[in-house]
């Protein structure tokens, strides 16, 4: 089959767009607001873009929390989401006011970064502090802006659990980070998919 992307004139029950793009690393996102408020939320568009110096980047569909926060304080954190925690960061997903406590609501603890003022994940096997570089919106063909926010910051400091760490590597089988796979669709390493709906408010 061939469709035109902008016509989305694919036949489908679903937009297949995301699901070709896959599987997408999971970015759980911790940031802080100017009014002190904490923010945990997992974000799919999310990935690497540089190695030197190390930079990653989260996209967010409109202006949600996380990019407010990154906005309003310049800091972000991203902790991994391992298998023993998608449960977890499932619950951080759910659909609340700003300001509400997604670590407390899903269970986990906050634990502040050591060179940047934002919370992480303290159960993660690993964490990435960053500091904001750039937020943009991407242009489409005409020009326009897209509805999507991308916020980019550089890794200034690097938390690795030592019970992941085997012969001087992390030990992947051990970490087991979870990937989206499109639709409602996550994995474990590739070969464990499994669904899971998202909490409603």
């Known amino acids: 089959m061939f469709y035109q992307a902008a016509e989305n004139a694919h036949g489908m029950a679903h937009d297949p767009f995301k699901a070709i793009v896959a599987p997408r690393p999971i970015g ?16 799919s568009f999310f990935n690497i873009v540089s190695d030197h110096p190390k930079i990653v980047m989260f996209s967010s569909s409109g202006r949600k929390h996380s990019c407010r926060n990154a906005e309003e304080t310049g800091a972000f954190t991203a902790s991994l989401v391992s298998r023993n925690l998608v449960g977890r960061m ?70 690795i659990s030592e019970d992941i760490v085997r012969d001087g ?33």
Request: net charge negative; glycine share 10%; aromatic share 10%.
């Open 28 to 43: 759980w996102i911790g940031s802080r607001g100017a009014d002190g408020s904490i923010n945990l939320a997992p974000y």
């Open 90 to 159: 499932n619950a951080s997903s759910a659909p609340v006011d700003y300001g509400v406590d997604e670590f407390e609501l899903s269970g986990l603890t906050a634990e502040w970064g050591r060179l940047v003022r934002a919370p992480y994940v303290k159960e993660a096997y690993a964490v990435l502090e960053c500091q904001v570089t750039e937020i943009s919106q991407p242009k489409a063909l005409n020009g326009a802006s897209s509805d999507s926010v991308m916020v980019f910051g550089q890794v200034v400091g690097i938390h």
């Open 169 to 201: 590597r992390i030990d992947m089988s051990l970490s087991r980070p979870i990937a989206r796979m499109g639709y409602m669709d996550y994995c474990d390493g590739g070969s464990d998919v499994f669904q899971l709906d998202r909490p409603q408010r």
